[in-house]
């Protein structure tokens, strides 16, 4: 029987939008499988809460895997499927749980780190998401959508309604105001 | 991470930059959500991949359900027609019965109303009870910008087609899309602005933002303009037609620039201006207003200058302060017909957004609705167009208690975009 994990190894070689241009629901395991990562980072960074951020995830894939028929590979494939994240994001955010508070959320398993390491990094993390929650809006989703889920300065354009010259400008600034406006240490180690 | 990203940020940026990534990828997927995410992507799979068997057993059970909504509706409303035997006479006279007869009578709100959405245009129809959707035959390509006329009779529509940019002109029927560029090599288009007269548009591309491009409506003519910055959005004309405004950045800053056209004499207006719809001209063109975010000071600031003078006024302030989730942005700026007023949203998120009156006779600032977004007035001055929850609503702004009314749902569109590149903009009224 056909199943959505072996699909996977159908499309080994082939780009996103020839994906889902062409072979529509049968490739969405690949695309799946690409950009998982990509899509739970940024509902983590924006929500600080890995439970909210697995939830999203789902919720976003699930969206993604109805609608994958009225992608038109008029953009790249990625941009498309952050443009569900953001909605389910925000849609998440309507009503009754405006805000996770950081302090209580944080729950980023990594298993195989050193206890003090692990507890080092989260508290980096920690301090890198409660920063960007201090940042404009725009600019903390270019962040976001660049440096969590890897997106280029083009997709995260079609993500944000932006040019990718733009997105540059929203990348300097956001990064400017994180080390300006917030006590967050982005000073690199040199050792 | 992304390497061409990296190699595109300063020493300083790529070391910040670096200390990011590194904390993101502590971010890891649990094997246990990735397994259950998977099983139920499979159960949904299967389910979307099943022939459509049943299917006469489906219809049959939704047809018997729509005849039991349908029966206890027509009871409920028996029921309240006996109870309350005048009140259907009554509404017909409440303030929202007359708006709405008046908007769809023609007698206020006069003109076409467009919206883009989803990178799809659409217009209202004549009755303003549904929109349109224009470019059927999806020659536009994927929308990015719409801006009428200076007369309002001509609509300029920006879209690309697999990175090939083009302009379309409809009239206010919307009834024939008529090519300006079709498949140009500009590249991917961004923007389109009318010259005063109304004889040429001017727009840009992402291939190289330092120029503009300058062409009469039929197309001919296409001159290159360097500008000497990088162009970021929404170029207007000044009134004398001798320079352009625009969003964009110099090699130190972001802001409002303007370049004139003849000798690329550079003037910032501001570098506190952080997106491409908070500026506008006033109708008469003597006063440019536009929104400053003062991020440090935790402040927004609507300001009006003199153009011709060099003189200006802060209208009014807004705080933006550092709470909740993330610190807000104002769009959409635009000035009344008459010149008295001013109109904006301003918000955090799509759902969390407000808007804004500015009066010029300095009585301050008014919150009209709350939830909603993409500000629009039509050419007569009653009425305020809106966006909130992907629905268009009008606001009479003649009453003081008025009731906002459902114009029509947001077109479905080609694909998801971001809201913020959701607009509305009324035309010029039809004469018959």
């Known amino acids: 029987m056909t199943t959505l994990m072996n699909i996977k190894t159908q499309y080994p070689t082939m780009d996103d939008a020839h994906l889902a241009q062409q072979a529509r629901t049968e490739a969405f395991a690949e695309l799946y499988h690409r950009h998982l990562t990509s899509v739970f980072r940024y509902h983590l960074a924006h929500t600080g809460n890995t439970k909210d951020a697995e939830d999203l995830t789902s919720q976003t894939f699930m969206a993604a895997l109805e609608g994958i028929d009225s992608y038109r590979g008029t953009g790249p494939y990625i941009a498309w499927l952050m443009g569900i994240a953001s909605r389910t994001r925000l849609r998440h955010f309507r009503g009754s749980r405006p805000e996770v508070p950081l302090d209580a959320a944080l729950q980023i398993p990594t298993p195989s780190l050193p206890t003090d390491k692990a507890a080092f990094q989260r508290l980096q993390l920690d301090q890198i998401l409660g920063a960007l929650k201090h940042i404009s809006s725009d600019r903390a989703e270019a962040l976001i959508l660049c440096f969590f889920s890897e997106l280029n300065f083009a997709e995260a354009g079609l993500v944000l309604g932006k040019s990718e010259a733009a997105v540059k400008m929203l990348i300097s600034r956001g990064l400017q105001d994180l080390r300006t406006r917030t006590s967050l240490p982005l000073e690199v180690d040199y050792e | ?432």
């Open chain 2, 1 to 432: 991470m992304n390497k061409d990203i990296l190699n595109q940020l300063t020493a300083d940026e790529q070391n910040a930059a670096l200390k990011i990534v590194e904390a993101a990828e502590t971010m890891q997927v649990s094997p246990t959500f990735r397994w259950d995410l998977e099983t139920q992507l499979m159960e949904k799979y299967k389910t979307q991949r099943q022939p459509t068997q049943g299917w006469f057993t489906k219809f049959a059970g939704t047809l018997g359900w729509a005849f039991l909504a349908i029966g206890v509706l027509f009871l409920l409303s028996w029921t309240i027609r006996s109870l309350v035997p005048n009140l259907s006479a009554a509404s017909n006279t409440t303030p929202m019965n007359s708006f709405e007869q008046n908007v769809r009578a023609g007698n206020i709100c006069r003109g076409p109303l467009a919206v883009a959405h989803n990178y799809s245009v659409a217009l209202t129809n004549q009755a303003k009870t549904g929109f349109i959707t224009l470019d059927e035959q999806e020659s536009i390509g994927e929308l990015r910008s719409l801006v009428w006329s200076p007369d309002g009779k001509q609509l300029a529509i920006v879209g690309n087609t697999t990175g090939t940019g083009n302009i379309y002109l409809t009239d206010s029927t919307g009834s024939s899309l008529q090519p300006v560029l079709a498949n140009s090599e500009l590249g991917y288009l961004m923007d389109a602005a009318w010259s005063h007269d109304g004889q040429q548009l001017l727009t840009w591309s992402l291939q190289n933002n330092t120029i503009v491009h300058v062409m009469n409506t039929d197309g001919t003519g296409l001159t290159e303009i360097q500008l000497g910055l990088q162009m970021f959005g929404t170029p207007q004309f000044t009134p004398d037609g001798e320079s352009i405004i625009f969003y964009g950045a110099d090699s130190t800053s972001a802001g409002l620039f303007e370049v004139s056209l003849d000798n690329m004499q550079t003037r910032t207006i501001s570098t506190m201006v952080e997106d491409e719809s908070n500026y506008a001209w006033s109708p008469d063109g003597t006063r440019l207003a536009y929104i400053e975010m003062d991020r440090d000071l935790v402040k927004a600031r609507i300001i009006v200058a003199e153009f011709e003078a060099g003189s200006q006024a802060v209208l009014a302030t807004l705080p933006i302060l550092k709470s909740g989730y993330s610190i807000p942005d104002s769009a959409n700026l635009s000035w009344s017909p008459d010149g008295t007023s001013l109109i904006f949203d301003l918000g955090r998120s799509v759902t969390d957004r407000a808007i804004y009156l500015v009066h010029m006779d300095g009585t301050g600032l008014v919150k009209l609705a709350d939830s909603v977004y993409a500000p629009a007035l039509s050419a007569d001055g009653d009425c305020l167009a809106y966006i909130s929850n992907k629905q268009v609503f009008l606001l009479d702004l003649t009453s003081k208690n008025a009731t906002p009314l459902f114009l029509a749902d947001l077109p479905t569109g080609r694909s998801i975009a971001d809201y913020r590149l959701d607009k509305l903009q009324w035309g010029a009224e039809l004469v018959p």
